[in-house]
């Protein structure tokens, strides 16, 4: 086991380069890099009306570099960094990702890691509410339907499940707004922020449940999607396991279903859903936070992320992915860990013998 974690732990080094390598590539190619977006702010006309290649140079007679002084056009180059070729910039940006050294926002006025570290809370707060929630309903309620597979309740629990799985989360979300939010009569919950204005003059039970007043629509937002798939897995697991020939020989001897199912079925079908629980981490906190916290104005890094993007403020953009991959590669290699957690038979190394 040791042997196979130090390989995976080597291998994330490549995967790292080549994502940084094709995203920096892509960047290249994009219009309206940030030499062009401060030229326009100069100019005082819109972003989205400037040309020119995500790191090219500003030519003289381009649209968005007329009227300005040369010597100005290569001191904004300069500022930004782009006064050097792009391989020279790929490789001084390498080097300093490789002592975790993220460099500064061209717009923020911040490092990169201080602003990393400024919005992680409301992400994780996110992701692991939501992720605790999904599991918690998920697992009992996936029991409950493989125990009684074709009932009744089986049966409009599923129609509530695949509605739930077909509704994207930001539709969700907004939904919750109206219905909740003041859309009709009812204003139950907030929908701006994690904490309210006068969080710091509340009391120490008054600041928790206006933590977990303001989470109540976002978590259940991103619960909506993963609560589906988590449940109909638990359930599927729990049926193929039941027909094994080790329950049945566990009731000949006369056990009972209790014991049957939680003693014997229970830790086999939790192998594939207990062993998920990172990957299914990774799925709402990367994939589910931008749209939620740009619906519920809460300042995280899905929204830095993606304001960072439409500012082509690269030093964030790239050092957001940066983490946001090392974290996803290092929580994959945990999940697969956790098989061997689960069920100790299981044995990495003996397979890449």
């Known amino acids: 086991m040791l042997g196979y974690t130090l390989r995976r732990l080597l291998l994330i080094v490549p995967t790292l380069l080549a994502i940084l390598l094709v995203n920096f590539a892509i960047v290249q190619a994009a219009p309206g890099g940030p030499v062009e977006q401060a030229i326009a702010r100069l100019q005082g006309v819109g972003g989205a009306s400037v040309t020119g290649g995500g790191g090219d ?3 003289g007679g381009s649209r968005a570099s007329r009227g300005l002084d040369p010597k100005l056009i290569k001191d904004i180059e300069r500022q930004y960094g782009f006064d050097k070729p792009a391989h020279e910039r790929l ?14 926002s061209f717009f923020r006025g911040a490092k990169v890691t201080d602003l990393i570290l400024d919005k992680m809370p409301v992400t994780l707060s996110l992701g692991f509410w939501a992720t605790l929630i999904t599991y918690l309903v998920s697992i009992p309620l996936g029991i409950r339907k493989a125990v ?5 309740f089986d049966i409009w629990s599923s129609s509530l499940i ?34 309210s204005d006068n969080f710091a003059e509340l009391s120490v039970l008054g600041k928790v449940a206006d933590y977990f007043w ?80 740009v619906i519920f104005s809460l300042d995280g890094l899905g929204r830095l992320s ?7 403020d690269y030093p964030v953009v790239f050092g957001s992915l940066f983490i946001f991959t090392l974290l ?12 061997t957690l689960v069920d100790p038979r299981i044995d990495f190394s003996a397979r890449n013998a």
């Open 148 to 152: 009684h597979h074709g009932s009744r």
């Open 306 to 312: 993606y304001e960072a993007a439409v500012a082509r």
């Open 162 to 195: 695949i509605i739930g799985y077909a509704m994207p989360a930001f539709l969700f979300a907004m939904l919750l707004i109206v219905v909740f939010a003041g859309g009709t009569s009812l204003n139950w919950f907030p929908v701006r922020g994690l904490v």
């Open 214 to 293: 303001h989470l109540v629509l976002p978590v259940t937002s991103l619960v909506i999607g993963g609560f589906a798939t988590l449940t109909i897995l638990t359930k599927n697991s729990f049926l193929n396991e039941v027909t094994r020939q080790y329950v049945v020989t566990a009731r000949a001897k006369g056990l009972s279903e209790q014991r049957v199912l939680y003693g014997h079925v229970f830790r086999n079908a939790m192998l594939l859903v207990v062993a998920g629980l990172p990957q299914a981490f990774i799925s709402v906190f990367f994939a589910g936070s931008l749209l939620i916290e």
């Open 91 to 104: 490789w001084l940006m390498i080097k300093s990702y490789a002592v975790l050294d993220f460099g500064s």
């Open 57 to 59: 140079t500003l030519q």
């Open 328 to 339: 996803g590669l290092l929580i994959k290699l945990i999940g697969d860990l956790c098989y």
